[in-house]
């Protein structure tokens, strides 16, 4: 992954516009089931494994990331995934 900073100026509901209008392009995430922000581990992966055929996933995960982001799955990411890879940031 590469290294992110975060965006004050792109706000949570800015980020959902521009993934809701992202070319018409189908979007999981847009389903609106609710493992995307499950708390349930089996939950998130399943979330996850849907993201991975995502035209934004890359995007979605660098602002994931960026942002800070504790809660939900973006870009394949879990909250898990997303404090092992800040984990490893730090050590490095």
Known sequence: MRE????DALTLPEWIAFVGLRNGALLPCASGTYEWMSKDHAEQRKAAQLCRSCPVM???????????????????????DRRRYRRQQQAA
């Open 4 to 7: 992110t900073t975060r965006d």
């Open 58 to 80: 890359d995007a979605c995960r660098n602002y994931a990331l960026a942002a800070g982001e504790t809660i939900g799955v973006w870009g394949a990411t879990t909250p898990a």
